[in-house]
Nanobody, 129 residues
Framework: VQLQASGGGLVQPGGSLGLSCVAS????????MGWYRQGPGLQRELVAT???????DYADSVKGRFTISRDNTKNTMYLQMNSLKLEDTAVYYC????????????????????????WGQGTEVTVSS
């Protein structure tokens, strides 16, 4: 099981960018998926989360500008980022929290596994004029 983030790039202030995170493998369920970011010289911080039932939450710094969404049928999470600011420059990471999956291609009671947190690799977002 792994998470693959994509969509980063260079964008001007005020511009928009969309990120995607795909969880691959034989996945049964993911309780919460989230986006985090780590700016230059900063600690990793939470950006937004989305539960399997559709509840979402955002960091105050991105409220009204970013939109998180999930397609549970595709085990995919998205982050639409609008009105980007210089301070949004960071490496963006996705995370799956409380995941049930199967260790092989097919699921049966002996192959079900649980993962508390699984991180994807980062995708870099640079906001610059």
């Amino acid at each position: 099981v792994q998470l693959q983030a994509s969509g980063g790039g260079l964008v001007q202030p005020g511009g928009s960018l969309g990120l995607s995170c795909v969880a691959s493998g034989t996945i049964i369920s993911i309780n919460v998926m989230g986006w985090y970011r780590q700016g230059p010289g900063l600690q990793r911080e939470l950006v937004a989360t989305a539960t399997s039932t559709g509840d979402v939450d955002y960091a105050d710094s991105v409220k009204g500008r970013f939109t998180i969404s999930r397609d549970n049928t595709k085990n995919t999470m998205y982050l639409q980022m609008n009105s980007l600011k210089l301070e949004d420059t960071a490496v963006y990471y996705c995370k799956a929290h409380q995941m049930y999956y199967c260790s092989g291609d097919k699921c049966h009671e002996d192959t079900v596994r649980y993962a508390y947190d699984i991180w994807g690799q980062g995708t870099e977002v640079t906001v610059s004029s």
